[in-house]
């Protein structure tokens, strides 16, 4: 007895993405730990995934592959641009930690924030909820004297946001390097680039021409991940919409920087279906995730969320 042969005529017929194929994503988590770092062929060569045994190693890791990124930038005397999430944050404290070690300046380093909390209209959240300013706190206050220029940041707004693929473009042009840096929801989004979206396009490829959304409608079960992360439980204070990036300027990226840390504690975690969905799946419109290994990059890990992924009562 499962959800497949359960689901019909239940509460959840209908409720998760039409897309999705949910005996194959039964399939996707069926292997043990050690095969997932079995490479597919779907995966870009130089795409690894990176096992961390703890959240502390999550975050120096990443934020230490981030702050790298831009002393290597700094070092070939190039421009470089991030696509930046606020979740996971950890590695921010790191990067910032790095760069002050190793006296790098930002001064090189434009930021693209890929979402924002928005109404239908895609007026933005404001204040100490915002993804603005998570970030200031995060990154770009605690940097000092060698933070990123203001005039280099960008946010989600509904305004801004329709410049990112000018500005992005125009800094490729001027032969910047475009990194992403992302985390997987529970519902396999990067960014907030939902799966129901897929179900809109006849193909991959008008899915992947997409640069961004205004207002998008989130998942239930988005706005559930993020009151048991950002909101501690509370439901209530989390907005229905968001203003994000799309698959045009996330899969256009020139490497990839990526964290699943989504552990609750107890043995008990969010993530290690979506994170074998992202590795397994294949690239599907309906599964934004899936993309992600074509694309070059590393994708840091927690230990525990490779599973295996099996009933166990709590």
Known sequence: MDFNSTVKGSLLEGFYPEGWDMKKIDECCSH??????EKQKFWNENFTPVECNN???FDVMMGHEIANEIRKAKTDNRKIAFILPVGPMGMYKWAVYFLKEWQVSCEHVWCFNMDEWADGEGNTLTGDASFQSAMEKAFYNPLGGLTVPETH??????????????????LKKEGAKL????GIGRMCHIAFWEPMIGSEFATNEEWLNEPYRIGVKLHPLTIEQNAITSFKSRTTLVPCRANTIGPKLMFSTDYAIGGADGALGRGMQWQGMSLWMTLRYGPDKCVTSSFIPTLPGKLFFLKELAGPLVAEAN
Not at 32 to 37: A, C, K, L, V
Request: hydrophobic letters at 40%; proline letters at 10%.
């Open 32 to 37: 043990s730990p050690e095969e997932i770092f």
């Open 55 to 57: 959240v502390g190693d």
């Open 153 to 170: 940041r960008n946010f989600a707004t509904k305004i801004n946001l329709p410049t990112y693929p000018e500005k992005i473009a125009s």
């Open 179 to 182: 990194v992403l840096v992302y």
